[in-house]
């Protein structure tokens, strides 16, 4: 595959690699000719160059495979997730920012000045900008243990886990973007609208195929993983070197129509 890019050679650390949208984006570098570090809990089938086991619940496994990634990386996609229902509110919160953000920033000093972090956030974040004093409040602590902490004590604030760590995704590129962009860092994030992916069954699951349906934005379908891959790498190359702080709404037209009128969904009803 021809690389239009910018990815021949360079370092790119994939979390979530093993399935769905995070397979597909180590698959899609690796065709481009990036060096891969693949990060999850179960293996990777996809041709990374090197794969580390992390439960990014677990602070101490963060760390240790924070060590084990050799500099300099040259960017980094945040894939892991987990879908809420069945799994707690918190565990939800440590998996999709808390844990996730701790290895980024671990990463940071191994990052190169042009580097590139991009998030896998989800559409499900509309509206963060109502909740903004609660996000701002989580979003200054910065400790994992703390942070931690601070989901056990407010599992009224987390609405299930899912939506919140959503939201806090999507107000966290720009409030910590203004600082990494200072050091020639971007940080950005996708919001996918609903995906098939090995995810999807437990969103059915808990929310009804009905309501995750309302999700689907005027294209009229779910997305695949390739079509949600393919925009974090474009995000993420150093073709997008004037673009940080952003949040690309990647959902088949959802967040346009929704904001201009064209129709709405029973969960954002007061956004």
């Not at 760390?63 to 509110?89: K, W």
């Not at 919140?164 to 971007?186: E, M, N, T, Y």
């Not at 934005?217 to 673009?243: C, F, H, K, T």
Request: proline fraction near 5%; include cysteine.
């Amino acid at each position: 595959m021809q690389d239009a890019l910018g990815y021949e050679g360079q370092h790119v650390v994939v979390t979530g690699a093993a399935s769905g949208m995070g397979a597909s984006t180590a698959r899609i570098l690796s065709e481009l000719g990036a060096r891969v570090t693949a990060l999850d809990v179960k293996p990777v089938e996809a041709p990374v160059d090197a794969f580390l086991e992390v439960d990014l619940r677990d602070r101490a496994a963060i760390e240790q495979a924070a060590s084990s990634i050799e500099g300099p990386v040259h960017s980094i996609a945040s894939c892991a997730g987990l879908p809420g229902t069945p799994f707690s509110d918190v565990d939800t919160m440590l998996v999709n920012f808390v844990g996730a953000r701790h290895l980024i920033e671990l990463l940071v000093p191994k990052l190169t000045e042009g580097a590139s972090i991009g998030v896998i956030s989800s559409a499900g974040g509309f509206g963060w900008q109502q909740n903004l004093e609660t996000i701002l409040e989580f979003l200054a602590i910065e400790e994992f243990d703390e942070a931690h902490k601070w989901c056990e004590e407010h599992t009224e604030a987390l609405m299930g886990g899912y939506l919140f760590s959503k939201q806090v995704i999507d107000a966290w590129v720009g409030w910590r973007g203004a600082d990494l962009i200072k050091q020639g860092i971007r940080l950005n994030c996708i919001n996918p609208g609903p995906t098939s992916t090995p995810m999807m069954p437990s969103f059915h699951a808990a929310s009804g195929k009905e309501l995750i349906d309302t999700a689907v934005g005027p294209i009229g379908r779910y997305s695949d993983a390739d079509e949600q891959a393919w925009p974090l790498v474009l995000l993420n190359s150093p073709r997008m070197s004037y673009v940080s702080g952003e949040v690309l709404w990647t959902d088949g037209g959802f967040q346009g129509a929704m904001v201009t009128g064209k129709f709405s969904v029973p969960w954002a009803a007061d956004e």
